[in-house]
């Protein structure tokens, strides 16, 4: 059996920043601590976590949504490939992702659940914190 994960996450930037941080491969590096492969391009290759998790990039609305295929290297083979849908939206002066997890593999669930707040929304705002309190040359 499968499990959808549905989280939102509040973040201190515009949405359209955050989808640039996501699809910028050293950026997404940078927060995430490992090796990145990312492109908007349909079909590319996905790749985080010095391939710990990989996938494609299935479909992008630019600035706004990302659906990619995803698995885990901890999965079975004969598990199926999951999908991720990342909506990124305007929340004040910074961003939500809502992020629609499909089809995660029954095995994995509660630790693929709990990595996104670990890995990913957690040491984001810290970087965007980090970068926040540094000057920095920012492009519009």
């Known amino acids: 059996m499968f499990k959808i994960i549905h989280q939102t996450v509040s973040l201190p930037e515009k949405p359209t920043r955050l989808f640039d941080m996501y699809m910028n491969p050293a950026i997404h590096a940078a927060f995430t601590g490992g ?7 349909v079909n590319s290759q996905f790749l985080a976590f010095d ?5 494609r990039t299935l479909s992008v609305t630019p600035r706004s949504q990302i659906i990619q295929s995803w698995r885990s290297k901890e999965w079975k ?6 999908t991720l849908i990342l909506n990124f939206l305007p929340d004040g002066d910074g961003g939500i992702i809502e992020l629609i997890h ?39």
């Open 35 to 41: 090796r990145v492969v990312v492109s908007p391009e």
């Open 51 to 55: 391939g710990m998790i990989f996938g």
């Open 77 to 82: 083979s004969s598990d199926r490939d999951s």
């Open 102 to 140: 499909l089809n995660v593999a029954e095995g994995d669930f509660d630790d693929v659940n709990k990595g996104w707040q670990k890995y990913y929304w957690t040491p984001w705002r810290e970087y965007l914190k980090k970068e926040n309190r540094e000057p920095r040359l920012r492009a519009a």
